[in-house]
């Protein structure tokens, strides 16, 4: 299949579809480079690029890219009770340090 973004919605109880920015794939056309220069030239006041993006995906861009659901298997946070993240059955396994560094800041 033919795909201008490739990309994971993660849905929970408080928020039933969120764009998880942690591994994403872009072609290289134009309506994506138009993205992504709306993307990190914008000036909106939100400082955090996942939600940003989003905005653009789901919003002006809703009808004008091809989008392909990335399977979760791409997307694995590894918890901090799993030692090695290839010990994670996916394909990519992130280990995030902000989920292991949070409960040190007070």
Same mark, same amino acid.
């Given at each position: 299949?033919?795909?201008?973004?490739?990309?994971? =919605?993660?849905? $929970?109880?408080?928020?039933?579809?969120?764009?998880?920015?942690? $591994?994403?794939?872009?072609?290289?056309?134009?309506?994506?480079?138009?993205?992504?220069?709306?993307?990190?030239?914008?000036?909106?006041?939100?400082?955090?690029?996942?939600?940003?993006?989003?905005? =653009?995906?789901?919003? !002006?861009?809703?009808?004008?890219?091809? !989008?392909?659901?990335?399977?979760?298997?791409?997307? !694995?946070?590894?918890?901090?009770?799993?030692?090695?993240?290839?010990?994670?059955?996916?394909?990519?396994?992130?280990?995030?340090?902000?989920?292991?560094?949070?409960? !040190?800041?007070?």
């Amino acid at each position: 299949m033919e795909f201008d973004i490739c990309c994971h =919605y993660l849905k $929970t109880s408080y928020n039933p579809n969120e764009l998880l920015s942690g $591994t994403i794939v872009f072609r290289n056309n134009d309506i994506v480079k138009s993205l992504v220069n709306d993307w990190v030239n914008d000036n909106s006041g939100v400082n955090w690029d996942q939600k940003i993006l989003q905005k =653009y995906i789901d919003g !002006k861009y809703v009808d004008k890219l091809k !989008k392909l659901n990335l399977p979760e298997e791409y997307i !694995k946070i590894r918890p901090r009770s799993v030692s090695n993240a290839r010990n994670l059955n996916c394909v990519i396994g992130h280990k995030q340090m902000s989920r292991e560094q949070r409960h !040190k800041i007070k």
